[in-house]
């Protein structure tokens, strides 16, 4: 089973990786952004299998830098960081529906890509490829996920 | 025919339809993924299909009569193609470009693309590669050109 440390390294690139608990993820974002990195550029998840990582890429545009603030959650959910970054609405709704992960205090936690009837979350690494899916488009111009390959086309 | 005789050519109606047919496929502007760049490279003036009678890429599937489907279709994409295709008035073709369009390509093993288009449309010509070289899709579009005039071989 892979450990997770909270501490501060360099990735391959000299940027500054800052590894926080779960818990502490507002505080140091909030601190982040008043230091200058009031960019939230992305939003990663990883699955570990064991665990799922959140990555969090800021940047700075007055010192033209980049920075990574991961953190790991056990049980699939997070804090949103809505309250900070308008932007992170629908990244968060993209993690929510590829990698499954719940963003606690999101205003709107729905499904991005995929109808809201899918079963499961694709980028997971339990997610089961065999039971394939398909999307039709019903009366109204609405998508839906469906088992039956003859349903539509 | 300097001497004034009318010159004068037999043929079936069936013929004639077929041959002009062939030579005015007038294709949709329709690109989905990167190998719609290459059939944009088709249109321009270096390889240019206009030689061969198809020079207007129709904004309408009501006035087009060749569906070049050239790019991955995803399983979102598939309902929309169908009903462009559906759209398209008879005599219609399909010419299916890129190993994508063909059976899943590169994402053969992804949860979101289609494996083969002609699970949702039918197809008349198969161009594959990835992505297939403009020369290769106005080959393919010769071939179509071909089989409508009942002269392509498989
Ligand atoms: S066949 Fe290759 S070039 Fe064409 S759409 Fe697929 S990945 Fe892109």
Redesign the pocket.
Known sequence: MMEFQPGEERGKDGRRIIKVRKEDLIGTLTKLKAEGYIHLSLITGVDRKDFIEVVYHLHSFERNEYISVKTVTYNSEVPSVTSLWKSADWEEREEYDLVGIRFIGHPNLKRMFLPENWVGHPLRKDYDLKNVQYINVDEEGEDYATFDPGDGW | MKTGDPGILTTTLEKALEWGRSNSLWPLTFG????AI?MMAVQASKVDISRFGSEIFRNSPRQSDLMIV???VTKKMAPRVKRLYDEMPYPKYVIA?????IQG??YVEGYSVVLGVDRVIPVDVYVP???PTPEALTYGIITLQKKIRGEATR
């Open positions: 989905l993924a990167c190998c290459e050239s790019g991955t470009m890129g190993v994508c369009v390509g590169p590669g990835c992505p």
